[in-house]
T-cell receptor
Framework: GAGVSQTPSNKVTEKGKYVELRCDPISGHTALYWYRQSLGQGPEFLIYFQGTGAADDSGLPNDRFFAVRPEGSVSTLKIQRTERGDSAVYLC?????????????FGPGTRLLVL | AQSVAQPEDQVNVAEGNPLTVKCTYSVSGNPYLFWYVQYPNRGLQFLLKYITGDNLVKGSYGFEAEFNKSQTSFHLKKPSALVSDSALYFCAVRDNSNSGYALNFGKGTSLLVTP
């Protein structure tokens, strides 16, 4: 079946611009996660949704970052006033349910470059 | 608090030889441990996980991992390496100490299998 999909695959923007990154989870998965992976590092947690609500946004670095999941399926990560330090690969993952035992399945990521 | 250490940045092994990629963890509660593999320009692919029960866990592509509670380790192993196993490997952990469902990843270990 279809896995997690993310669009765009690559995004180049200029410092100060606004960007939106989209994630389409595996059909039927109720939990959705966003991570950020910088070069040479492991993924770092940003935010997690259970259904439509953000259950844990403790990983968002500052208030320029925001994410929504209005219908409990597709999610959009929004970054305002982008900075060069925001350049990274943004990964989305989904799991059937929220739970410690649940496996998270990752999408291919969106590579963001802020010039 | 949760953390994962992957002490080796790179592991080199000849095709046909056994391989080990090391992972140690630190958690407050009971650990839930995962291994993922990342090929160039691809997302993370799930290999295996330890939840409870048998300390030896078998996963995809012939990989296995052994949970060792006394040494707080979860090393990834394969009896006979293939060139196609060359990739970046990530260990991840979460626990049941009310710290949420986010995965905490190590920095990754690059595995190079030479013909």
């Amino acid at each position: 079946g279809a896995g997690v999909s993310q669009t765009p695959s690559n995004k180049v923007t200029e410092k100060g611009k606004y960007v939106e990154l989209r994630c389409d989870p595996i059909s039927g998965h109720t939990a959705l996660y966003w991570y950020r992976q910088s070069l040479g590092q492991g993924p770092e947690f940003l935010i997690y949704f259970q259904g439509t609500g953000a259950a844990d946004d403790s990983g968002l670095p500052n208030d320029r970052f925001f994410a929504v999941r209005p219908e409990g399926s597709v999610s959009t990560l929004k970054i305002q006033r982008t900075e060069r330090g925001d350049s990274a690969v943004y990964l989305c993952a989904s799991s059937l349910n929220a739970g410690l035992q649940e496996t998270q399945y990752f999408g291919p990521g969106t590579r963001l470059l802020v010039l | 608090a949760q953390s994962v250490a992957q002490p080796e940045d790179q592991v080199n092994v000849a095709e046909g030889n056994p391989l080990t990629v090391k992972c140690t963890y630190s958690v407050s509660g009971n650990p839930y441990l995962f291994w993922y593999v990342q090929y160039p320009n691809r997302g993370l692919q799930f290999l295996l996980k330890y939840i409870t029960g048998d300390n030896l866990v078998k996963g995809s592509y012939g990989f296995e991992a052994e949970f060792n509670k006394s040494q707080t380790s979860f090393h990834l192993k394969k009896p006979s390496a293939l060139v196609s196993d060359s990739a970046l490997y990530f260990c991840a952990v979460r626990d049941n100490s009310n710290s949420g469902y986010a995965l905490n990843f190590g920095k990754g270990t690059s595995l190079l299998v030479t013909p």
